[in-house]
């Protein structure tokens, strides 16, 4: 691990201004993330940005009915909460369905909504990598692929992003809030938050430099019965090959959410408008326009199978 210099930011305003002013900053809460990169030498930041003493750790109800969930709620602490269990099924259960216990008691919301691919080769500094040194290329694009991508991709990555929180925030149409170096704060749909990769994969989010998460905001629940299903090589600690967040409600439908496909929450409007027609349409629309690689191509059949498990799940 290389040398960094570390504060402790006292406000809000005060760490989004430390982080623009100090080259290479980051903020750092659970570090559940950042830390093993740091340890890896994936991220060097030159400066730590310690969050953790600003009170960002409530959990709302907002006026228009729904629930504000401040930056630094662990995730363990989110997925138990009463009205979240109760209103908000499908987010505790992603949550649930994630890491450890361990990791869950430490790791934050907005830690998890930024954290990074778990691609074996953004891991191997021996690999090139776009995401991690722009420009050299992407050694997955001919190496092994099973856990990457197969939609939203481009010629510069196949990268997946990991979080199963996230996808249920994607289905629940959650927002994003944020304060910038100025003060200036505003809200960014999710649906806009997580970036695809073009020909930027380095650049991940919507978040302008220093710019910090103060809480992530749902919208009044909307009832229905919520699934979340995660399919992995094994039973814990494991990410996704193919997960999905679901709400089917007698009067809307279904939506759709998509884990382990993308390099972000995958969710397309004509996969919930197919919803009426079955599981094998909505796979249909949710894949349309997939590009697999010979390793991962069996996504797509994994993808149609798991939506027919939730199918009947919520018929019985």
Excluded at 229 to 237: E, G, I, L, M, P
Excluded at 256 to 283: E, H, I, M, S, Y
């Amino acid at each position: 691990m290389k040398a960094f210099t570390y504060e402790r930011a006292e406000s809000p305003a005060q760490a989004a201004a430390a982080a623009l002013s100090r080259p290479g900053a980051r903020f750092i809460a659970g570090g559940t993330n950042l830390l093993d990169l740091m340890k890896l030498q994936i991220e060097t930041p030159a400066h730590l940005i310690d969050v953790n003493r600003l009170e960002l750790d409530k959990i709302e109800a907002t006026n228009e009915g729904g629930l504000r969930i401040g930056a630094l709620v662990r995730n363990t602490d989110l997925a138990a909460d009463k009205r979240v269990r109760r209103d908000y099924a499908v987010l505790s259960r992603a949550l649930l369905a994630g890491a450890s216990g361990q990791l869950r008691n430490k790791a934050t919301t907005a830690g998890n909504l930024l954290q990074r691919t778990r691609c074996p080769y953004f891991y191997d500094t021996t690999k090139p990598c776009n995401k991690r040194k722009p420009g050299t290329g992407c050694a997955a694009m001919k190496g092994i692929s099973r856990n990457l991508a197969i939609m939203g991709t481009s010629d510069a990555c196949i990268a997946t992003h990991p979080s199963d929180m996230a996808v249920a925030m994607r289905l629940l149409d959650a927002t994003v809030d944020t304060v910038a170096p100025n003060g200036t704060k505003r809200s960014i749909p999710i649906a806009d938050f997580h970036r695809l990769p073009g020909d930027r994969p380095e650049v991940e989010s919507a978040l302008a430099p220093g710019e910090l998460i103060l809480s992530v905001t749902l919208p009044k629940p909307i009832g229905g019965t919520h699934i979340y299903r995660k399919v992995r090589d094994r039973a814990s600690y494991a990410f996704a090959l193919v997960s999905v967040a679901a709400v089917f409600t007698p009067d809307k439908g279904g939506r759709f959410a998509f884990g382990g496909l993308a390099p972000k929450p995958w969710r397309v409007n004509a996969a919930d408008t197919a919803a009426a027609q079955g599981a094998k349409a909505v796979a249909e629309a949710a894949l349309s326009g997939a590009k697999t690689t010979r390793d991962n191509a069996f996504k797509k059949d994994l993808t149609a199978r798991t939506l027919a498990s939730i199918f009947a799940e919520a018929r019985a």
